[in-house]
């Protein structure tokens, strides 16, 4: 199984923050790489897919970036709605399998 | 715009079987790989598993030998079935499609999931 790992699993900002989180695929999986936000009580939903293109209707201020195993999704500038969970996928082989998550909370 | 939604009992016994039901709205099941995945509570997304409509199906290893997916196109329906349940396969089980563009895909939509318990 190709083993995802994301840093840090927490995050402490503030509205306006530029954030950056880290996902490290255990093997090479090219650019099928997948970004998910969750809130509390709900489905995750796809924001980035193939590591940089941006789903319809995700705001702009998502933006993701990398290739091999090394990946990561940056927000440009907080909202209060950005406050989450953040998950990768890897798409490349099966087992799919996630990252562990990223809870972004407000400082 | 494509919809799913899970069924099923909230909560089984320990050694018994879930089942659950997703029924896509919206589309057509007739093509692309309908998933499971599941989350216990507070922890990360597993994937269990898909079936394409035609049958075919593909587990993760981990739970291969309890799992069986199933697909009932007449009723836009697919299926999941877990046997021999403990306690640690409580968790809120989602349904999703995989989206595919070209090599490339993705889970979206999903359902809004259900949670399952189990306990005596």
């Known amino acids: 199984d190709i083993q995802m790992t994301q840093s840090p699993s927490s995050l402490s900002a503030s509205v306006g923050d530029r954030v950056t989180i880290t996902c490290r695929a255990s093997?090479?999986?090219?650019?099928?790489l997948n970004w998910y936000q969750q809130k509390p009580g709900k489905a995750p939903k796809l924001l980035i897919y193939a590591a940089s293109s941006l789903q319809s209707g995700v705001p702009s201020r998502f933006s993701g970036s990398g290739f091999g195993t090394d990946f990561t999704l940056t927000i440009s500038s907080l909202q209060p709605e950005d406050f989450a969970t953040y998950y990768c996928q890897q798409s490349s082989s099966t087992p799919r399998t996630f990252g562990q998550g990223t809870r972004l909370e407000t400082k | 715009q494509v919809q799913l939604q899970e069924s099923g009992l909230g909560l089984v016994k320990p050694s018994e079987t879930l089942s659950l039901t997703c029924t896509v709205s919206?589309?057509?099941?007739?093509?692309?790989?309908w998933n499971w995945i599941r989350q216990p509570p507070g922890k990360g997304l597993e994937w269990i598993g898909y079936i394409y409509y035609s049958g075919s199906t593909n587990y993760n290893p981990s739970l291969r030998s309890r799992v069986t997916m199933s697909v009932d196109t007449s009723k836009n329906q697919f299926s999941l079935k877990l046997n021999s349940v403990t306690a640690a396969d409580t968790a809120v089980y989602y349904c999703?499609?995989?989206?595919?563009?070209?090599?490339?895909?993705?889970?979206?939509?999903w359902g809004q999931g259900t949670l399952v318990t189990v306990s005596s």
């Open positions: 999703a499609r995989l989206f595919l563009l070209g090599t490339f895909n993705w889970f979206d939509p």
């Open positions: 093997q090479n999986i090219d650019s099928y």
């Open positions: 919206g589309g057509s099941i007739n093509t692309y790989y």
